[in-house]
């Protein structure tokens, strides 16, 4: 299997912006419930994972609790990539009562969707180990929190596609209905862009002949069948890397890893997250 990428973060400007968006939305005029709490109050805090996961997240989760507590202390038992079995505390926390009961919903709610993330992602990639596939990522995440799901995936051993329409270009039907062929597009593609990767989608054997010729850098099988695709790999004959794409789940990505393709991207890793179940326990100091 070839090695995931770096798990480096987003820039830490991206990651206070996602929390400050976070903690705005849920604070509004103040926490109504937490002077409930004596003013200067302390506390500790274990926080368990209630599932077998895999974590990510954690620069989230921190920087919920020290944008309203700049001083708490976060002792983490476990870092992003790193496999949890239920039951494990994984982390804990000390500091100003009232601010560790404020963050608590936002920072959780980072480190539960980030981590269900990797989790799925790494289950899909143990799908297909024993072959040279990578599993791709997509577009299709939550508005707002594309690079925050796009290193949890790293976190999972995934790999990113393109982060956005800006970076590489993927040309589709719509695509070439406007050019009017694929050909068209990717002269019209090459003269405007011409040091960005080019991708064609393909929906057929003769589009990949199309795509072939027109000298893409990267072929994606549109919900091409396994035996499709065995004939793809073997038109392409290694010339351009080949990606497949649609209705891919954990029950037929084996399959679709052994046809000899070289990507498979799998909307599933950012959109069909189930949240890992997670729990923060505070007592008063």
């Not at 090695?3 to 400050?20: M, Y």
């Not at 073997?234 to 393709?261: F, K, Q």
Request: net charge negative; proline share 3%; aromatic share 4%.
């Amino acid at each position: 299997m070839t090695q995931a990428p770096s798990f480096a973060l987003p820039d830490a400007a991206q990651i206070t912006q996602d929390v400050e968006r976070a903690i705005a939305e849920d604070l509004g005029t103040g926490d109504a419930t937490a002077g409930l709490l004596p003013a200067d109050g302390r506390a500790h805090a274990e926080l368990t994972c209630r599932d077998n996961a895999v974590i990510a997240g954690t620069a989230w989760f921190d920087a919920c609790f020290r944008l309203l507590d700049p001083a708490v202390q976060i002792d983490w038992r476990v870092g992003d990539g790193d496999r949890t079995e239920a039951g494990m505390v994984i982390c804990r926390l000390s500091g100003h009562a009232r601010s560790l009961v404020t963050a608590e919903r936002p920072a959780l709610n980072f480190l539960q969707l980030l981590s269900a993330t990797a989790t799925l992602t790494a289950a899909y990639v143990a799908a297909v180990a024993g072959t040279n596939v990578r599993v791709l990522d997509t577009r299709k995440t939550i508005p707002g929190l594309r690079l925050a799901q796009k290193y949890a995936v790293r976190c999972g051993g995934g790999h990113n596609q393109r982060m956005g329409l800006y970076d590489a270009i993927l040309i589709k039907e719509n695509h070439i209905i406007a050019a009017g062929s694929i050909a068209a597009a990717v002269q019209a593609a090459r003269q405007q862009q011409p040091d960005l990767l080019l991708e064609v989608e393909v929906e057929n054997l003769d589009e990949l002949a199309q795509a072939l010729g027109a000298g893409a850098d990267r072929i994606m099988l549109d919900n091409f069948e396994p035996a499709q695709m065995i004939e793809a790999v073997r038109r392409s004959a290694g010339r351009v890397p080949l990606e497949a794409s649609g209705n891919v789940d954990l029950h037929t990505i084996g399959e679709v890893a052994r046809t000899g393709v070289d990507f498979i991207s799998v909307g599933a890793l950012t959109k069909h997250v189930h949240a890992v179940d997670l729990s923060l326990r505070l007592q008063l100091d």
